[in-house]
């Protein structure tokens, strides 16, 4: 068998993208494909590998772009070297495969459909935030599409007023971008806008996500353009974001927003240490009512309105501490005496009880009118996913039961009613040991979406991660830098979308 390394495809790679190699060798075993700047000629001068322990097959790197962790975009030529493992031992390269990193300008994805909009009622979509174009200078042009669509030249926004002949169908442009490069070079996305009649409901489903940000999307390269990809490929409408923060203004909650075009509420500066802030925030393609909004300790209250709907959307981040799934009997989920002590140390119970039902109330009262919404990271499992052995209070994962006694509904559960056949899992997809006790991290369902109001019915919910994300471990050969670093998956949790069918009762 001849030994050899190439890309399984001939198209071009552009940053933060999934390069796919394919390897075979006479010399299986201890071999692993590495990646190496052009010119670089210590084998152990590798910016990550991938282990290749067969005769022959295929490994993925995912997001590589960058020579370091200084999150600076590299455009340049790339060296694949199928190499003994680990890469600093003696030895030479068995094969060799070069390709160029290309800074042509891109959009971070092909297609998206854009909010709905009434006929004869002016929409304007963003497109400048999403387009990856290197420091360059580029010109936006339309290249098809219906006539009451059009570009700016400069900007990038999409305007247009659809006539009354357009409700019920769904107009649409296909957009370039050709940048000041010689010869110029161009790249394309294409919008779909769905056209609603000027009299009736705007929607009649809705798409609502929760993800926690892993530190604003800074633990991987690139991470808030990755975000926005997801976002858009899976046509999410509203986003509650936790671990999101406002060490610089703007924070990430408005960073993504206005990359976006789309409306936002952060969480207020209250301390002088922005990390004592709680750390939520929503993003939304519809408009968010500022002036109706509001914000506790413990949640941030963002009034959504689409068209003659309003939701009440409540971010949470419950407290983190005395994780109880750490005191289960290993793979189980099991409610000892043990978690449930570990559960009555955190604050999770005070803060879903007193600091968000409470305040609450009034709105809860009116939620057949104005649909209330709870959502974020709640650090805890539920209580329809474990099993209690103990006859005192709590007898089970507290902050679900709490909101299901309120008459709150669960959408994953609502839909996969047995966790043994659809667990939901979200945390980790990269936590997968825990160094600090010796043992692997329990895995659990701990970030949820509940509802309360006759107007929202469940039609899906779904954990999503995309990609194969690399484990967020410490190893000493991963740290030049971590191989997480190079993840397709910017977080450290997955992220929950729900679908709900939007009822006129």
């Known amino acids: 068998m001849v030994n050899r390394v190439c890309l399984y495809s001939s198209g071009l790679v552009r940053p933060g993208e999934d390069i796919l190699v394919y390897y075979e060798t006479d010399k299986a075993g201890h071999n692993c494909v590495a990646l190496y700047p052009e010119g670089t000629t210590d084998l152990a001068g590798f910016l990550t590998f ?64 854009a909010a709905n909009t009434p006929a004869r009622e002016a929409c304007s979509i963003s497109l400048a935030g999403i387009l990856e174009k290197f420091t360059r200078t ?12 059009t570009v700016d030249a400069r900007t990038g926004k999409i305007t247009g007023t659809p006539p009354a002949e357009a409700a019920g169908r769904a107009g649409h442009i296909v957009v370039t971008a050709q940048d000041d490069a010689a010869p110029p070079r161009t790249t394309s996305v294409a919008v779909t806008v769905p056209v609603r009649p000027e009299e009736g409901p705007l929607v009649d489903r809705l798409r609502i996500a929760t993800w926690n940000m892993w530190y604003d999307a800074g633990k991987v390269w690139d991470g808030k353009s990755k975000v926005l990809r997801f976002l858009l490929e899976q046509d999410v409408d509203l986003l509650a974001l936790q671990e999101v923060h406002r060490y610089q203004e703007p924070g990430t909650v408005r960073q993504l927003a206005d990359r976006l075009g789309w409306y936002y509420h952060q969480y207020p500066r209250v301390h002088k240490d922005p990390a004592d802030d709680k ?42 501490t005395s ?14 005496a043990d978690v449930q002590d570990q559960e009555k140390r955190s604050a999770r119970e005070r803060e879903m009880r007193d600091g968000v039902l409470r305040k609450l109330a009034g709105y809860l009262a009116g939620a057949d009118n104005e649909p209330v919404i709870v959502l974020g990271d709640f650090n805890c499992p539920s209580h329809r996913d474990w099993t209690s052995e103990v006859a005192t209070e709590p007898r089970n994962w507290p902050a679900t039961m709490l909101l299901e006694k309120a008459g709150f509904q669960v959408s994953y559960r609502a839909v996969h009613p047995d966790p043994g056949a659809h667990p939901g899992i979200t945390w980790s997809p990269t936590a997968l040991w825990r160094k600090g006790m010796q043992r692997v991290e329990p895995v659990d369902r701990i970030d949820f979406i509940f509802h309360k109001g006759r107007k929202l019915q469940v039609l899906d919910s779904r954990a999503c991660v995309t990609g194969t994300p690399t484990p967020a471990e410490e190893h000493e050969s991963w ?8 993840n397709e998956w910017p977080s450290d949790h997955a992220a929950v979308i729900t679908t709900y069918q939007v009822l006129r009762t």
């Open 50 to 113: 991938e282990p290749a322990p067969c005769q022959a097959g295929v490994v993925r790197f995912s997001g590589i772009s960058t020579e370091d962790a200084s999150k600076s975009i590299s455009p340049r030529a790339y060296v694949l070297r199928l190499v003994p493992y680990p890469t600093g031992s003696p030895g030479t390269s068995l094969a060799e495969a070069r390709f160029t990193l290309t800074d042509s300008p891109c959009f971070l994805v092909g297609s998206f459909t």
């Open 323 to 336: 994780y109880g799934p750490d005191l289960a009997p290993p793979g189980t989920r099991r409610f000892t």
């Open 479 to 486: 740290k030049k830098p971590p191989r997480f670093w190079y």
């Open 138 to 149: 580029v010109t936006y042009g339309k290249h098809s599409g219906d006539s009451w669509l």
């Open 279 to 320: 750390d939520v925030g929503l993003i939304s393609r519809y408009p968010i009512d500022l002036d109706h909004s509001g914000n506790e300790a413990d949640f941030l209250r963002s009034t959504v309105t689409v068209g003659d709907l309003r939701l009440q959307v409540c971010t949470v981040h419950l407290d983190y």
